[in-house]
DNA sequence: CTTCCACATGTCGTTGCCGACATGTCGAAG
DNA sequence: CTTCGACATGTCGGCAACGACATGTGGAAG
């Protein structure tokens, strides 16, 4: 049930149509929850028809943009306060880690380099997007200051892979 | 379709039965790759009748102990080689940092400190995991040693998450 | 000798989630 | 005036995943 709360807390922010969800989704919440729009209309429609949010106006191109509603709000909140996260994290990765012995020692080596390689991308391109934010470049919002605080963690564990990538690779090469 | 290389991962290791196999994934795997028994009976079904893996002995109480054949080391082989993996970690707590703005700032400073509190934890039991093996408790086996990876990828990534709900448990009290 | 727990394997119904397919509109560029 | 790309919403079939239910066994403790 991340999906519907996913939505609803974005469409606190205002209202939004199913495409710019959509959007929203692959753009930035993508990286820790993934979700495509087949799933968002349905969600949406679902949580239409439970009374979280309602049609706020319809447009061109048969734009139908949703609006949160008082007892959706009260649901985001009531997710974010009472209810206490699942904590696994689920990643690939990390899986083929406790597989790792059976790859060759110059294959896991040249894998791990790769793997560094883009976590340390990762962790660039967050860290960036987070000093753009300190020099206030996207305002000083209390959305913005969430997301500036996604962003940290996204720098953060990135820069941990990248670490941990670079020291298993050195580790591989040493045996 | 990483469950069924989790399970000839895992099967690479020795024959083990679908109770064993849930047993590793709910102890070791679970973390990074949750798995429950009816997924993993299925999947085993598939994976034998596709002749990745076969039946190695019957034993007490209508226990099947399954073995990886030589095309499922190979697929196996292949899946860690030739197959570059999906990178989206899904990670709920995460999704809800992007929603931190929707509550007051005492709930998110009491959420936040819960939430370092408990990935510190984790921290502390990975370090101390790997420091055994370290040590030599489980021995020196090509197996233990990615394990002994995987193992410190946990303890950097909760040791970041813990350094990070600080981070933002703090800045959200600043103001 | 019974009771209880860990062992052990499965089915079933529901929901989550995705790729592929389908359909149509508006505006801008050529 | 046509064509193309972004906008926009949806359906459908299928596999993934889970919780609940069902069933039975072997050994150990009392």
């Not at 949406?44 to 949010?53: D, K, V």
């Not at 793997?115 to 340390?120: D, G, H, M, N």
């Not at 860290?127 to 919002?141: L, N, Q, V, W």
């Amino acid at each position: 049930m991340s999906l519907r709360h996913g939505l609803l807390g974005l469409l606190a922010e205002g209202p939004a149509s199913g495409y710019d969800l959509t959007r929203r989704f692959e753009e930035v919440v993508g990286p820790v929850w993934p979700a495509k729009h087949p799933q968002i209309y349905a969600e949406l429609g679902r949580l239409a028809t439970e009374g979280l949010i309602k049609v706020e106006s319809e447009g061109a191109r048969g734009r139908k943009a949703y609006e949160i509603t008082d007892a959706g709000l009260a649901e985001v909140r009531r997710w974010l306060v009472d209810t206490n996260p699942g904590q696994a994290l689920r990643f690939e990765p990390l899986l083929r880690s406790f597989f790792f012995w059976l790859m060759e020692p110059d294959e896991l080596a040249a894998h791990l380099d790769r793997e560094s390689a883009s976590y340390r991308q990762l962790a660039t391109t967050y860290r960036d997007y987070a000093e753009a934010k300190d020099r206030g470049e996207f305002g000083s919002s209390p959305q913005t200051q969430s997301l500036r605080m996604a962003v940290e963690a996204g720098a953060r564990i990135y820069t941990a892979l990248a670490d941990w990538a670079e020291w298993a690779a050195e580790r591989s090469r040493k045996q």
